[in-house]
């Protein structure tokens, strides 16, 4: 069959717009606040072969890990017409617990010939505190582990699953909610899929369809050659892992020859006790993300890109983690140092093109507790935005989320709504940002003020280690974490459980992001 760049860009657009689509499903028919307003999900379109074809424009730390947790199923299930296959295992192609998979096949003529996917992280899976992001030490105290396993079987829902699942979180009508606007948002992306096999045939939609992912390889193999030869080299820290106070090492050596470039992580520290060890997929999402970055052209973000790149990432390390390490802050935390030290690193190859380090951290908040009013339990978890860096030409922006997180404010009125505190300072941090030739973006200050006694977790970074600037501009402030009962204020690490009391107040001030070139 010939290619038709007409019809190419056409079906390119078909693909990224069934995932568009399922992610306007599940936003819309979902319970809770998190996947609601702030819109943590994503969701794509994939082969048979469990390879990325298309994904919406949703979270990067999701989409490049999805992969593997589609070829995980694959792998673990034999499936049939009908089904959807949920799991959350991060060593199953999972990011964290809370980050729950839903998993259809499309079949033709017997045969599996697309499979559609989404991710939505819940506001809880059990675990050991409420929200599911406590400062653990192993795996199972992070929550419910849910393995490749059919949870609709021949189009219908397997009733002892759901209930097992749900007797197993603390917000049980608000799961239940959450996961059957999973599955509605998968059963739209399949009828969109089989409207469009109706209309133009099996043949050439398969025929695109590995087009698509050829397309993708061809851009960023031209991206890759357009870079100097050379190893470039760049290490940054994290804070501490949550259990002992010693900064843990992430480097990398990125080789680049002609079109392939080699991404070498084995000078980062090993896995910690504590919750900030990333498995594999995430450090793949992140590699997928900055090198997609570095494209000019709007390219889909799908497995062709991976296929110029080599990923070494010893077993047993922090970017590499095996089980049963715990995993809830590698995802957040750990993915966002692993894109600082990666674009650090481009920028002794290519200094025009990357940016000073953003805020670096997602700044996790978990709570819940009892809520005496509405005689019920509730849970929540929400990321805040901090300061972008600035790049060569730009000032970087306020009050925003960057690199792999691409979520939403929950808006004040709704949270107040749900929730039994009030947000009693909402604003951006002025001056925040490092100065420089181009100026970094400011942080953000939100200040939450709780009306029941109520648990809450904090996985936060940039505490101790500053976002750093380039050629010469100025690093972005360190985020801070206060602790406000009366007149008097502690000052928390950077990850922390506590227990407050009514009338408390915890202020979250995040980082600024770098300048960008001496004044």
Same mark, same amino acid.
Do not use: W
């Given at each position: ?92 192609? *999972?990011?964290?617990? &809370?980050? /729950?998979?839903? =998993?259809?096949?499309?079949? !033709? $003529? ?5 499979? %559609? ?25 992070? *929550?419910?582990?849910? &393995?490749? /396993?059919?949870? =609709?079987?021949?189009?219908? !829902? $397997? ?5 097992? %699942? ?354």
């Amino acid at each position: 069959m010939k290619f038709d760049p007409i019809e190419f860009e056409l079906f390119k657009n078909i693909f990224i717009s069934i995932s568009e689509e399922m992610g306007a499903v599940l936003g819309r028919t979902a319970l809770s606040p998190n996947i609601k307003e702030r819109k943590d999900f994503s969701c794509a379109v994939f082969d048979s072969r469990g390879e990325t074809l298309a994904q919406g424009s949703h979270i990067p730390v999701h989409l490049g890990a999805m992969p593997l947790s589609v070829q995980a199923a694959i792998q673990s299930v034999d499936f049939e017409d009908g089904d959807t296959v949920i799991l959350n295992d991060p060593y199953r192609g *999972g990011t964290h617990l &809370p980050d /729950v998979t839903c =998993i259809s096949p499309v079949f !033709i $003529d017997n045969k599996i010939l697309f499979f %559609i996917a989404n991710r939505a992280h819940h506001s809880d899976i059990g675990g050991m505190t409420p929200g599911s992001m406590p400062l653990a030490t192993e795996i199972f105290q992070e *929550g419910l582990i849910i &393995p490749p /396993v059919k949870l =609709i079987k021949k189009g219908d !829902i $397997d009733k002892d699953l759901f209930e097992l %699942i749900l007797s197993n979180v603390r917000t049980k009508e608000e799961r239940r909610g959450d996961l059957l606007a999973q599955m509605a948002a998968n059963t739209k992306g399949k009828q969109r899929i089989q409207e469009a096999l109706d209309k133009y045939g099996k043949e050439k939609l398969l025929h695109y369809a590995g087009l698509i992912q050829d397309y993708t390889e061809t851009y960023l193999r031209e991206t890759i050659k357009n870079i100097p030869d050379g190893e470039y080299a760049f290490e940054d820290y994290m804070d501490n892992d949550g259990i002992t106070d010693f900064p843990v090492k992430i480097g990398v050596l990125i080789r680049i020859n002609k079109d392939r470039a080699l991404i070498d992580f084995s000078s980062s520290s090993d896995q910690v006790e504590g919750g900030i060890n990333a498995n594999y997929s995430v450090t793949f999402s992140a590699v997928l993300y900055v090198f997609r970055s570095l494209v000019d052209e709007d390219i889909p973000f799908n497995t062709g890109l991976m296929r110029p790149l080599k990923i070494e990432a010893p077993k047993g390390s922090i970017v590499n983690a095996i089980f049963p390490a715990a995993t809830a802050g590698g995802n957040v935390e750990t993915s966002q140092r692993i894109t600082d030290v990666l674009l650090g690193a481009l920028y002794k190859a290519v200094p025009d093109k990357i940016p000073a380090a953003s805020s670096g951290t997602m700044n996790n908040i978990t709570f819940g507790g009892f809520d005496p009013d509405r005689q019920a339990g509730f849970a929540y978890y929400e990321t805040i935005g901090g300061g972008m860096g600035a790049s060569k030409e730009l000032d970087g922006l306020s009050g925003v989320h960057t690199h792999m997180t691409n979520s939403l404010n929950t808006p004040l009125e709704a949270l107040e709504n749900y929730f039994p505190l009030r947000i009693s300072r909402y604003s951006l941090r002025s001056r925040s940002g490092g100065s420089g030739r181009t100026k970094g973006g400011d942080g953000i200050i939100r200040e939450y003020e709780f009306f029941v006694p109520t648990k809450v977790s904090v996985i936060s970074e940039r505490r101790r280690f500053t976002p750093y600037g380039l050629d010469g501009g100025d690093c972005g402030l360190k985020g801070r974490n206060i602790l406000i009962s009366g007149k008097k204020r502690t000052l928390l690490g950077s990850k922390f459980n506590i227990k407050v009391e009514p009338g408390n107040r915890l202020r979250i001030e995040t980082p600024g992001g770098g300048g960008y070139g001496r004044k």
